[in-house]
């Protein structure tokens, strides 16, 4: 096989590995969306926000040292622990479940029944907050997350293709990993909705609201439910994202990239995350192979987002979301 | 007490219709407008004019210009920065290629362009509603920021990538440039502000204002009653983006003086205009104002409290700006959706009645 | 009775019913496979209160739809005017002469009375984008003018209080009415209906049989309507067309309908073979 080809499908396969990861993102979204009609601004700063509070409690900082140091001149910094990984991930789930707790106690219940586009702002403004609690918490410098993922080159596939083609591609471990817990989480995701008793009032919430009430589910239990879920699923792709290029920022902005992959699949749609996940993933990163170098590189920047709106001017609703008939 | 409607008889639809209709806010408007012309720019300093009152001036043409896109018709726009981008780049590549004409026209030609550009990006609108569309303007965003970024014709190829201001002036007096004067800096801005404050004002109060209005509140039963939604849309998007450009040519050629994209006209400014309108009102001239004050001040207030008072880190002030910002944002869509226009409208209701509250 | 006179007729009570104004001809309206209208033909002649019955689901708000050109029927022509309107966009229908009110209120809630009612006249505005900017001149002007013409229709539908009320806050009998004046507004020649007296109590009901025929005596408007109130469909309209599961079922005169075996049995609820 010629050269530019077999880097070509190196690319395409690593691209379909950040796909995976855009695509954990994306399913965040697509959940709240499902339960509340909430367009989730904020989802990629709760993973953000899970990533810091997990490499918090791993190295046992204390939480708003920085605030606390400048308003009693105190000089805390550690309690001087060091979590196992599976307790500090436990703990952050807990954060997170509490979050969910506050975030339906003091927004989404006095937001219920406005226009979406004020929940969608409201949740922009929501996205602001945490990022400031999340760096005022932990400090807001550039952490190492290491929650004992393997990590580095796959051997095996490098050998393999190596001795097959002449080339061994280069496909990380992690990557690996995070598409096996992708999937996971979206078989598991998928069973609980279809077949649990709480999966099936999420439905019916998502469905219309006050019919949902009127049949004496509780709205605002399903609604900490589906945050819980949104946290967790945040948590799991703050990992993933973390262990790869560390807990910072700009983590809240990959994180951005889900909307292109939501306006692809469609809003409702867990499989269509998935695919829309992949698409990006994988087309961003071809793009950027083939036609990157003539223009400048530095495309992953836009591709996505022009993809998606292209797309969306031939198929408004996504590649999977519902069919839209309008009425009067 | 001092703030009364009786007796203040309107005797044609036209008197009926005008922008302050009761006498004391019409006195009090043109107060503002002589303390703003006629003392201000006597006692201005460098400090007050670089920290408060120009920019200031200048997003508050940005958010006047959202605010007819997003506050009016009802489009969520999130590439405002990046169609202040593109305001700032026209009127740097009009500058270096025609240095004899007026910077004054300059800045109206970059509005003019970022217009065309806005139109460009407004076409989705007709398709795609609500926030797929705030998402699709993700678009404009990053693809314009990277564009002038990575082709150099827009720098004309300068070796750090950044663009500056050279000086030009009016009436003999500098206006961009390293000597320019504060209250120079300070007039040009309020002169173009209350221009185009005045005109949006009158879009806002007549047809043009209403079809704006009718596609944001029920886009399918305007268009029923007859509202064209292609060129309603469009003319939100191109007026809106020409103030925004505007905004865009100000901020880089009197503000800031050299610019770099990212920098200057990044995602967060997009945040910023948009919250200034969320907190100011959205759909309210007022509001603009209003909004574009508080966001300024906001961070020069706290800078100075805790930084200045209290000794701390300027990155946790920071991180408290965040907080304090991002929860304002949510305080003020939970309970006042219209912002603090309708704060000042409420206050002027009880005033109203003071000191009789019955 | 004189009513297949194509020039026209005078009504018992004195009112002039002028010729055909707007011709359905076998139309049929489908989402998917699911048939919403199924080859209907009738017309609407000028000067006439028309009423269009028929049980839930029948399809009259789809052919309303049809009507003032939100849905686009697959099959079948529609005539205004004697000429067969070609594919149109809804705001070209608007500008043609057609206004509506909507069975769910449809109402701008962020404007005031008196800006809904304004919306109504924009088809008759026309200073550009310029002029308005400008505002002293023509946009002041034209603006005055429209401003005497939509008091006058405040005056007439007696909601002078609530003129600068933002909509959002009124109760749902005087939104209906806000929803009559701005379709009136439009000076329309063909006025539709959806369900007007929908939900309302019986003043209100009576206040607004009584508007609806004041427009129509007084401004020789033309009015479609859908009502489920028989009562009122009776005393109201010169003719009616019955639907039922998206067919015509029964097309005249009130008392012609009220003796259609079909229609009979299609509201007692004779089984279908």
């Known amino acids: 096989m010629p050269d530019q080809l077999l880097y070509a499908i190196e690319a395409g396969l690593n691209g379909l590995m950040a796909g995976v990861l855009y695509a954990l993102v994306a399913l965040g979204f697509v959940l709240i969306f499902k339960a509340s009609g909430i367009f989730n601004y904020a989802q990629g700063v709760l993973a953000l926000f899970a990533a810091l509070t997990l490499v918090g409690f791993q190295n046992g900082q204390i939480p708003f040292a920085h605030l606390l140091n400048a308003i009693f001149g105190t000089d805390l910094h550690e309690f001087g622990w060091h979590l196992p990984a599976i307790v500090a991930i436990v703990l952050a789930g807990g954060v997170m479940v509490l979050l969910a707790i506050v975030i339906e106690r003091y927004v989404l219940k006095h937001l219920v029944n406005q226009a979406p586009i004020i929940l969608f702002m409201a949740t922009i403004g929501m996205a602001y907050f945490l990022e400031g609690l999340g760096d005022i918490m932990w400090g807001a410098d550039i952490k190492k997350l290491d929650v004992g993922l393997p990590q580095g080159i796959n051997e095996t596939i490098d050998s393999v293709t190596y001795n097959a083609f002449g080339y061994g591609f280069f496909i990380d471990n992690l990557d690996i990993v995070a598409s096996v817990v992708a999937a996971a989480l979206v078989i598991s995701l998928t069973i609980f909705s279809q077949y649990s008793k709480q999966g099936r009032a999420l439905r019916a919430v998502a469905d219309d609201h006050q019919a949902a009430l009127s049949v004496g589910i509780s709205l605002r239990f399903i609604w900490v439910l589906v945050w819980s879920i949104a946290g967790f699923v945040a948590l799991v792709a703050g990992i993933m994202w973390g262990s790869k290029s560390g807990v910072q920022f700009s983590l809240s902005l990959i994180a951005l990239k889900a909307l292109p992959v939501l306006m692809l699949g469609g809003f409702t749609s867990i499989p269509g995350a998935i695919v829309g996940g992949l698409i990006i993933g994988m087309g961003e990163k071809l793009f950027e192979f083939f036609v990157g170098p003539m223009i400048g590189g530095a495309t992953e920047n836009w591709f996505a987002y022009v993809l998606a709106l292209l797309f969306l001017v031939f198929r408004p609703q996504g590649l999977f979301g519902e069919k839209i008939i309008e009425r009067v | ?358 | ?273």
């Not at chain 2, 002589?34 to 003392?39: K, M």
């Not at chain 2, 006209?265 to 574009?292: D, H």
């Not at chain 3, 004189?2 to 019913?17: F, V």
């Not at chain 3, 067919?247 to 075996?261: C, L, Q, S």
Request: glycine share 10%.
């Open chain 2, 1 to 358: 007490m001092f703030y009364r409607e009786a007796g203040d008889f309107k005797t044609s639809y036209a008197d009926d219709s005008q922008t302050f209709p009761i006498r004391f806010d019409r006195l009090r408007y043109y107060a503002v407008i002589a303390v703003a012309f006629g003392i201000v720019p006597f006692v201005i300093n460098d400090y007050w004019a670089n920290a408060v009152f120009v920019p200031f001036l200048i997003y508050a043409i940005a958010a006047l210009g959202l605010n007819i896109l997003t506050g009016y018709c009802g489009q969520v726009s999130l590439g405002t920065g990046g169609f202040m981008a593109v305001g700032a780049y026209a009127c740097y590549k009009l500058m270096t290629a025609f240095p004899e004409v007026s910077i004054l026209i300059h800045v109206l030609l970059a509005g003019g362009v970022t217009a065309v550009v806005g139109v460009l990006f407004g076409l989705p609108s007709l398709r795609i509603k609500g926030f797929y569309l705030a998402v699709a303007t993700l678009a404009a965003q990053f693809f314009l920021v990277w564009l002038f970024n990575k082709v150099p014709w827009f720098y004309n190829y300068s070796a750090s990538g950044q663009i500056s201001a050279p000086e030009r002036t009016i009436l003999g007096q500098a206006v961009t440039g390293a000597n320019t004067t504060a209250s120079a800096k300070y007039l040009f801005c309020l002169i173009i502000l209350f221009a185009l404050a005045w005109l949006a004002r009158n879009l806002t109060r007549g047809t043009v204002g209403r079809k704006w209005m009718a596609i944001r509140d029920m886009d399918i039963a305007a268009e029923i009653i007859g509202v064209n939604p292609l060129t309603t849309k469009l003319s939100a998007f191109a007026i809106s983006s020409f103030y925004i450009g505007v905004a865009g040519a100000l901020f880089f050629a009197v503000y800031l003086g050299a610019a770099e994209v990212g920098e200057a006209f990044g995602i967060q400014k997009s945040f910023l205009i948009l919250f200034m309108i969320i907190i100011g009102g959205l759909g309210s001239i007022f509001g603009s104002f209003a909004g574009a004050a508080f966001m300024v001040l906001l961070p020069v207030l706290l800078k100075n409290v805790l930084v200045g008072q209290l000794g701390w880190a300027t990155d946790l002030a920071a991180h408290v700006e965040l907080m304090i910002v991002g929860a304002l944002i949510v305080i003020f869509l939970i309970a006042e959706p219209h912002g603090m226009a309708q704060l000042w409208r409420l206050a002027k209701e009880k005033l109203r009645l003071w000191p009789f509250p019955h």
């Open chain 3, 1 to 273: 009775m004189n009513q297949m006179n194509p020039e026209g007729y005078t009504t018992a009570d004195g009112r002039k019913i002028g010729p055909v104004l707007m011709e359905m001809k076998n139309i049929t309206l489908r989402f998917g496979g699911v048939k919403a209208i199924t080859d209907i033909s009738f017309d609407i002649r000028e000067g006439e209160i028309r009423a269009i019955i028929g049980p839930n689901g029948a399809g009259k708000s789809s052919m309303l739809n049809v009507i003032s050109g939100f849905y686009v029927p697959q099959e079948g022509e529609v005539w205004f005017k004697g000429y067969k309107r070609g594919p149109m966009k809804p705001y070209q229908v608007a500008r043609l002469g057609i206004a509506r009110t909507f069975q769910n209120i449809a109402l701008f809630d962020g404007m005031s009375v008196l800006d809904n009612i304004m919306t109504g006249r924009l088809t008759l505005m026309n200073s550009g984008l310029m002029a308005q900017a400008m505002w002293w001149g023509t946009a002041e002007k034209e603006e005055t003018a429209h401003r005497e013409k939509v008091e006058k229709i405040i005056d007439f539908l007696e909601i002078q209080a609530i003129r600068k009320t933002p909509v959002g806050r009124l109760p749902y009998g005087l939104k209906k009415r806000v929803e009559l004046a701005r379709a009136l507004a439009a000076e329309p020649k063909l006025l539709l209906l959806d369900e007007p007296m929908a939900g309302m109590n019986v003043e209100e009901k009576e206040d607004m049989c009584r508007f609806i025929l004041d427009v129509n005596d007084e401004f020789g408007t033309t009015i479609a309507l859908i009502e489920h109130d028989m009562g009122v469909v009776m005393d109201l309209s010169d003719r009616v067309v019955v639907m039922d599961y998206g067919k015509k079922i029964g097309d005249g005169t009130p008392d012609e309908v009220r003796n259609n075996p079909d229609v009979i049995n299609a509201y007692l609820g004779v089984s279908h073979d």
